[in-house]
């Protein structure tokens, strides 16, 4: 009997904690300046649209591109439906080997936004947990890593994605590397990355630990670890969500770089960059739709989840105000 | 001052030890390069000749310290690609990234700092307004995609300019310049703008920001009080003082166009530093990697340290805070 009165209390009370964050989310300054600000509104509909499309792209894209057996080589090179010679079953033309376009693209930014996506919360807990060490405990620990940030972060990302990749190709036997491909960019373009977010964490943490409520913690006796991941790292979400949003524009822009160079993902799995890679071959006889509609749909993304970045930053702010 | 420049070089030196010591990794540790260089039938007698002549069987302090030795003398072994050394190849192919480089940041300043000079007087004006949004899409783009337009519409479209490769160019010494052709600045044209367009950005980004920070000083109310004309108070007292991080970020995105020539050689299959490395990539190349990374990783250093020392040539704030009087 008793057990269930308090059930009902902890659901009651976790809604009402929910609720409560909900509305106060709603009446928030955050919130009244999204409603306020067309273009956000425009860039965050954009960006959910992006990870709808690319996460439903098997059930809501007009064909399979991997399936072969739809495939026919006679539909190859079909321009847009509005240009003439184009086919009313490919909205946005066909490429070489006679694959519908729009369906190329949502497949390949669905590869474009599960590598951006895992190598950002990777390259997150990364720098969160580095940039936390650093930040509480301070000395030598805290000189070696940001030593190791500065000099990283000194030299431009693609390059040490690059020369990973390029280490991983000569270490690994072809046929493994093909297959670990993906996790490898991930990996690289996660490492490549982390610098931004421990810098700032620790920044915060410098500044946080100092304040009563984690000296408070500390004293009832608190394991500093659960002091930082309870305490501490609540506080300073708000940066780290705003270089999150900005990272993953940037590594997606990464990602598609590296596809385009020809040392991305592999060709079976075709990301943005790599369909506008293909695509290039084929703009001197003409087919410029090949490349250039997933080079569009490339920038349209990186445009929309810079600006949410942008913004979020404005907005989270106190001294914009 | 000087024991700032002797600690600077300092760290230059721990950095540029960093990479070689990545660099020697690379050679060690990756594949065995006895393998690269014997054929298949060689006998094990053969091959343990060639360890020891290479010194493969030395400790690893040794090897490290001659690998050391000879990348100072630019010697970095055969490439296992084109056979020929790797500081001949380099060679032949370091003055195209180099002009390239050249050309898109004279570009960037050029055309940025004044943009960014009028974004950042006329805040509120149309024209900013277009510039800026203008700015932001250009970030967006990636450079690939800038360069593969531009060849759609100069090259295939309007058939202006050359599509891919240097045109002619001309040989002083070892040098091989564009510069001296008409070809050759036609098809650097596309290349440099391409590679110039996000340093542009951000230069007039910056520009624009450090301007109407200083407009809002109290130096600069008291330069108008004085009545002095508008042109005095933007060019002699604004701009001047927006300098310093000006030269910073120009100077350490000279290093990031080094390396971003790699996409933008790729695109217009420009012969030079970038493209060599992105073949090596490709081909597991580790001669031709490790000599890039260490030259890329000196320039870097080199421009790093440069740009520490200009800071003291230009704000003389800095002169007196660090060494406390005299220096």
């Known amino acids: 009997m008793t057990d269930s ?82 086919d009313p079953r490919f909205l946005l033309g066909t490429d070489d080997q006679g694959r519908d376009v729009l369906s190329t693209i949502m497949f390949g930014a669905r590869v474009s936004l599960t590598v951006g996506f895992l190598s950002v919360l990777l390259a997150m807990v990364l720098g969160i947990v580095l940039g936390m060490v650093a930040g509480y405990v301070g000395g030598k620990t805290d000189a070696i890593i940001m030593r190791i940030a500065d000099v990283q972060l000194s030299f431009p990302a693609i390059l040490i994605v690059l020369l990973i990749d390029g280490f991983t190709r000569s270490v690994l036997p072809r046929g493994v590397h093909e297959q670990l491909a993906l996790v490898v960019l991930v990996l690289s373009i996660a490492f490549a990355n982390w610098v931004q977010f421990a810098r700032t964490v620790r920044g915060s943490c410098l500044v946080e630990k100092n304040k009563e409520y984690v000296q408070a913690a500390r004293v009832i006796g608190l394991h500093p670890a659960l002091i930082m991941l309870r305490h501490v790292l609540p506080n300073v979400m708000g940066p780290i969500l705003v270089i999150a949003t900005l990272g993953l524009a940037s590594a997606v822009l990464t990602e598609a770089t590296l596809s385009f160079l020809g040392v991305g993902v ?47 930053r404005d907005a989270l702010n106190p001294k914009l105000r | 001052m000087f024991a700032f420049i002797i600690r600077r070089l300092l760290q230059s030196l721990i950095v540029m030890l960093a990479v070689a010591f990545i660099s020697f990794s690379l050679f060690n540790f990756v594949g065995d390069p006895v393998n690269n260089m014997v054929g298949q039938e060689a006998t094990a007698e053969q091959r343990e000749a060639l360890r020891v002549q290479l010194g493969l069987n030395d400790p690893f302090p040794i090897q490290f310290a001659r690998f050391i030795g000879n990348a100072v003398q630019g010697d970095f072994g055969v490439s296992y690609r084109l056979s020929r050394p790797v500081s001949d190849v380099i060679a032949t192919r370091l003055p195209a990234t180099l002009e390239l480089v050249f050309v898109a940041a004279v570009l960037a300043l050029v055309i940025g700092l004044p943009l960014g000079v009028y974004t950042g007087l006329h805040r509120h004006g149309f024209g900013s307004k277009v510039l800026l949004t203008l700015s932001l899409i250009g970030i967006s783009l990636p450079t690939f995609l800038i360069g593969i337009m531009l060849i759609l519409i100069f090259a295939v479209w309007l058939g202006w300019l050359p599509s891919f490769g240097r ?11 564009n510069f001296l052709t008409v070809a050759g600045w036609k098809s650097i044209i596309m290349p440099a703008v391409t590679l110039c367009l996000f340093q542009l950005t951000l230069i007039m980004r910056l520009v624009r920001a450090e301007m109407m920070e200083v407009l809002r000083t109290d130096y600069i109310k008291f330069a108008r009080a004085r009545g002095l004309s508008n042109r005095a108070v933007h060019f002699g007292h604004a701009l001047k003082n927006t300098m310093v991080p000006v030269i910073t970020i120009t100077g350490l995105q000279i290093g990031s166009l080094i390396a971003f020539a790699i996409i933008t050689e790729t695109v217009f299959q420009w012969p030079g530093m970038g493209l060599l490395f992105l073949q090596a990539i490709q081909f597991a190349d580790i001669p031709v990697m490790a000599a890039y990374l260490c030259l890329v990783a000196f320039i870097f250093v080199v421009i790093n340290l440069m740009v520490d020392l200009l800071y003291y040539a230009v704000d003389p704030r800095l002169r007196v805070e660090r060494s406390g009087g005299g220096h």
Do not use: C
């Open chain 2, 167 to 177: 045109g002619d160019t001309v040989q002083i010494g070892w040098w091989s310049t």
């Open chain 1, 5 to 86: 009165t308090d059930d009902i209390i902890v659901t009651r009370s976790l809604w009402f904690r929910f609720a409560d964050g909900l509305r106060r989310f709603f009446d928030g300054d955050v919130f009244y300046s999204f409603r306020h600000s067309p273009v956000i509104m425009v860039a965050f509909a954009v960006t959910v649209l992006y990870f709808l499309l690319a996460f439903l792209a098997p059930w809501v894209a007009p064909h399979n591109t991997y399936d072969v057996m739809t495939l026919n080589l006679m539909d190859g090179f079909k321009p847009p439906v509005w240009e003439a010679g184009g």
């Open chain 1, 266 to 312: 592999p060709p079976t799995e075709p990301s943005l960059g790599t369909l506008i890679n293909v695509g290039s071959d084929y703009l001197f006889s003409g087919s410029w739709w090949i490349t250039i509609f997933p080079g569009a749909a490339l920038a349209v993304l990186v445009l929309a989840v810079n600006l949410l970045g942008d913004w979020l």
